[in-house]
């Protein structure tokens, strides 16, 4: 099939190049010419396993990047993939998609066969209906050809083409059957592995992506809770999570307590929802406690690193600056609020990350970063584990150049051991 999707970022390039892998003929649009360039030229412009690889073998063959729309009417389906960002209430900014959409159905507006534009960006149900969809309309002059449909994603950094190629379930929303098997074709590959398909309304579907995110948002806050009341009994958490997890009705998936979550999705879509919750004169209570227990967890790191260590013109190691391992998204990382409440606290801050520390210095350009692990914690003062890096499982020798070796883990990768002071978060 032909497909045209609007958007190179985060999901938008791993769409795109694993549709190529499919074996459809996909065209990347995006108004920064940079990224069209890094596409063109088989460079990722996000740091994600397997997805340059992808883009090395199909551009120029089945896959290619440009800012004109013109591609758009030639094509089958066309998707939608430009980011929603929170605003100041936590609602979703829908400009830029919002742009986005009205040019997709200017590009649509004198075409005769039906076409099919399907919302792939995180948006609240009233959106669809109350702006999206007009937008569309609007730029196309109310051609009758066009129909919108809704297919959220699920993707995870840093196992994002994985995901993509073999999901848990896709989800198509759609108002017509002519709609839904058009999808059905387009992810044909997917669908030969008898993976869950879930038929709906694209309203319906907007709302499962965020019932997705904010139960695991959820179950994540809650083991985050239980986790700090077990530290306060001197328990360690982790042995009742497993214990907890063989439990079919719970099941082990997302029970590892630490820090807390970050990233694009869930910070975002929590709010997202709670906000739109809040339009509809309803105060979503658990939604709010499990964003108010995530937003502590940095604090409470803090609180255990300042029981050995006075802060105050220490030297500290931030090690982890990513949200998650295999990526180098800082977006709503836990090393953000670490490192602002260390500043607050008079602290030297040296930081270290293996691929996230140019984002980071966007951020915070007057604090120091280090070129490995082992130079962050060289003559430091005490270090904080934020993300989960296969690489901090390994520090040994350099735990003891440390002028004070303490620990903070947030993440339960490092090993107590008896020269080290070491707390665990939750356990």
């Avoid at 892998?21 to 920064?32: L, M």
């Avoid at 907890?244 to 990233?263: A, H």
Wanted: glycine share 8%.
């Amino acid at each position: 099939m032909q497909l045209t999707v609007i958007g190179s970022g985060y999901v938008g390039t791993t769409i795109a190049a694993c549709f190529a892998a499919f074996g459809h003929e996909v065209t990347a649009i995006d108004i920064d010419e940079e990224i069209v360039e890094a596409i063109n030229n088989g460079q990722a412009p996000i740091s994600e396993p397997g997805l340059e690889d992808l883009l090395e073998t199909h551009v120029g063959n089945r896959l290619e990047a440009t800012t004109s729309y013109d591609a758009v009417p030639e094509s089958d389906v066309t998707f939608l993939a430009i980011g929603t960002p929170s605003n100041d209430d936590g609602s979703i900014d829908l400009g830029a998609l919002g742009a986005a959409a009205e040019a997709t159905g200017a590009a649509l507006a004198d075409k005769d066969e039906r076409h099919l534009v399907v919302i792939k960006s995180t948006v609240t149900p009233p959106s669809i209906t109350d702006v999206l969809e007009p937008a569309i309309r609007e730029g196309a002059d109310n051609n009758d050809a066009i129909e919108v449909g809704m297919n959220p994603e699920f993707l995870r950094e840093g196992s994002a083409v994985a995901d993509f190629q073999n999901p848990d379930k896709l989800v198509v929303g759609t108002n017509s059957e002519w709609a839904s098997q058009r999808l059905h074709d387009v992810f044909e590959p997917v669908l030969e592995t008898e993976t869950p398909v879930v038929d709906t309304d694209p309203q319906t579907a907007s709302m499962i992506k965020y019932a997705n995110n904010a139960f695991l948002a959820s179950k994540i806050s809650l083991v985050n809770d239980l986790g700090n009341i077990c530290k306060e009994f001197g328990l360690d958490a982790y042995e009742v999570m497993d214990a907890i997890g063989l439990d079919n009705r719970i099941s082990e998936q997302f029970l590892r307590s630490g820090v807390g979550w970050g990233g694009s999705c869930f910070p975002k879509d929590v709010n997202a929802i709670i906000a739109a919750a809040r339009e509809e004169a309803y105060d979503p209570a658990v939604l709010k406690a499990a964003v108010e227990i995530n937003d502590r967890q940095p604090e409470r790191m803090l609180e255990l690193l300042e029981s050995h260590v006075d802060l105050e013109d220490a030297r500290i190691a931030v090690l982890g600056l990513a949200f998650k391992p295999r990526t180098d998204d800082i977006r709503n990382s836990r090393a953000i609020p670490m490192i602002e409440r260390l500043k607050e606290r008079g602290t030297e801050i040296v930081a270290y990350d293996p691929v996230a520390i140019e984002p980071m210095q966007e951020r915070f350009p007057n604090i120091e970063y280090a070129s490995s692990a082992a130079d962050a914690l060289a003559g430091a003062d005490g270090t904080v584990i934020v993300t989960g890096w296969d690489e901090f499982a390994t520090l040994d020798e350099e735990l003891d150049a440390m002028a004070t070796p303490v620990v903070v883990d947030g993440r339960r990768i490092v090993d107590p051991r008896p020269r080290i002071t070491y707390e665990g978060l939750t356990w």
